[in-house]
């Protein structure tokens, strides 16, 4: 039984299977780029413009053969690209105006052509061209030891699989040689410029390489999945890192993430619930490349919902603690002046009525003693010498912009305590070294009190 589902999978899923991988995968890290170059529906774009080549090519050609599709789809691809950088500098357009532009023009002129071809009895599928024929590339390999050794592999495999692979590791090689060269290009175009660097031609290059990618994969996994592998994980790797080598490898992980579920989710789980049908490979996938999408979107701790929410909450947490330990660092200042009851500290009814409105105080005061800032004595919190050296460093900054808004700003001394008490968290070593160099002052704020 076992061998006999190894040899259904072999046969019917592994061909698919790799194609899908390897076109999702340059398709990932091509959008990469793409994206950060805010243009990501260039992918999209392209796929739509190819149409008119692929059916010309069946026209002159007459047939379904790779290599005059092939030609006749990669033509057209960067015919559009052209034709798009074109329409920008000459009618001073934006680049999403000249993309709705071009691509719509070269979709339509597809559309008719397939009704002329259609006339011409070529056998076109205009669904092919959508949804892809994944499920077609059975492999069946001339003997079993075809299927355990390399030779066999890489000589019986169907077609696809090859186009797709080399286009993978025509991405990856030219990725890796010109990394440097590509953040530059992605991030700050006039200062690749000022270098030397040709932008125009990295433009086309670029352009030609997605085109390769777009082509190659185009009648095996149909322009849904390439449009849906250029912008989904993409978008996807974005809400997690902010670095360029974490964004290819994000967006890498979430394309075979997306293949491999909807691949199983498209062929396996409907058997499993008792249909008699699957679904469409490449449709499901890029459904699951979408889901992927709005999971990061919900769960990514870098820009994700959820992230922002648990970062806001920290926030308020620790503004909450420094305040306690602002606090009971006045209350020391205040027992040194012989104001307060020597070495009593603070209950936590004292500083709830401090602090009123303050709903996680108890929080609070759960991180100070964690970090061990605070400690509990009797039920009442004092400092420790941590959280004395937190609470003075604290102090410091609020004085000083006390100081600076009264002597440089102006205002009256009454005026500058709550947005000093605002600022004070969010002030870095930095400035407070300027805001004291920057000052001919006394060492005590506009109220008498000492800078620490």
């Keep these: 039984m076992r061998r006999v589902l190894m040899d259904e999978f072999i046969y019917l899923d592994l061909a698919p299977l790799l194609t899908a991988l390897f076109a999702a995968a340059s398709a990932a890290v091509l959008g990469s780029i793409l994206l950060l170059r805010r243009s990501s529906l260039m992918g999209d774009a392209i796929s739509h413009s190819v149409l008119p080549g692929i059916v ?209 989710a498209a062929s396996w789980v409907p058997a499993m619930l008792g249909y008699q049908y699957s679904l469409n490979a490449a449709g499901m996938i890029a459904l699951t490349s979408g889901l992927l999408l709005t999971l990061s979107v919900l769960f990514a701790p870098q820009y994700g919902v959820m992230g922002k929410i648990l970062r806001a909450r920290r926030l308020v947490l620790q503004v909450t603690m420094e305040d306690v330990i602002g606090l009971l660092y006045r209350l020391e200042e205040m027992t040194a002046a012989g104001v307060a009851e020597v070495g009593r500290g603070a209950a936590a009814a004292d500083l709830r009525a401090v602090l009123p409105g303050v709903s996680n105080l108890p929080a609070a005061l759960e991180l100070g003693l964690s970090l061990g800032l605070l400690v509990c004595q009797a039920g009442h919190y004092k400092l420790t010498e941590a959280g004395r050296a937190s609470a003075a460093t604290l102090l410091r900054s609020h004085r000083l912009w006390e100081r600076y808004m009264v002597d440089i700003m102006g205002l009256s001394p009454d005026h500058v305590h709550v947005t000093a008490t605002a600022l004070e968290h969010f002030t870095s070593p930095d400035l407070v070294s300027a805001l004291s160099e920057g000052q001919d002052f006394p060492g005590e704020d506009p109220h008498g009190r000492e800078i620490p």
């Design 56 to 264: 010309i090519a069946f026209l002159v050609s007459g047939s379904r053969s790779a290599l005059p599709v092939f030609f006749g789809a990669l033509c057209a691809g960067v015919l559009a690209a052209v034709l798009i950088e074109l329409v920008r500098r000459l009618g001073r357009l934006s680049v999403d105006t000249s993309m709705g532009v071009v691509f719509s023009i070269f979709f339509a002129l597809g559309v008719l052509l397939i009704e002329v071809a259609s006339g011409r009895s070529v056998d076109l599928d205009a669904d092919c061209l959508l949804h892809g024929q994944l499920e077609t590339l059975i492999w069946i390999p001339r003997s079993r030891e075809d299927v355990f050794s390399w030779s066999g592999l890489l000589t019986s495999l169907p077609l696809p699989v090859y186009n797709s692979a080399a286009v993978f590791l025509l991405v990856i090689f030219v990725v890796s040689v010109f990394y440097k060269e590509i953040k530059l290009f992605c991030f700050d175009q006039e200062f690749a410029h000022l270098m030397g660097m040709r932008v125009s031609l990295a433009y086309y290059l670029l352009m030609i390489l997605v085109a390769f990618a777009v082509v190659a994969s185009f009648q095996a996994v149909g322009s849904i999945l390439v449009i849906a592998m250029i912008i989904c994980p993409a978008a996807s790797a974005r809400l997690w890192t902010d670095r360029f080598s974490r964004q290819i490898f994000f967006a890498l992980l979430f394309s075979v993430l997306s293949v491999l579920v909807g691949y199983a």
